[in-house]
C-alpha cells in the first residue's frame, strides 16, 4: 500500500507540471488546454496534493524517537 500512495503522489506532481506547462502556454500543442489558466490552476492543485501525500508518507517512514 505505501508503494502506491508514492506512485500516487509522483503522478498527481508529474500531471501538475504538465497541466501548469500547458494552462501557461509554455508547452505548445493542439490541445484545448493551451494558454488556458484553469489548467495552470488545476495543475497547481494537483502539485499541493501530490506533495502533501508525499510529506505525509515521509512522516510515516520515520522512526519513533
Do not use: E
Amino acid at each position: 500500500m505505501h508503494r502506491t500512495r508514492t506512485i500516487l503522489a509522483v503522478v498527481l506532481i508529474a500531471t501538475g507540471l504538465v497541466w501548469i506547462g500547458q494552462g501557461l502556454g509554455l508547452l505548445r500543442g493542439s490541445s484545448f488546454m493551451v494558454d488556458d489558466m484553469r489548467w495552470a490552476l488545476a495543475g497547481t492543485v494537483c502539485i499541493v496534493a501530490g506533495a502533501g501525500l508525499g510529506a505525509r508518507l515521509m512522516r510515516q517512514r520515520r522512526p519513533p524517537g
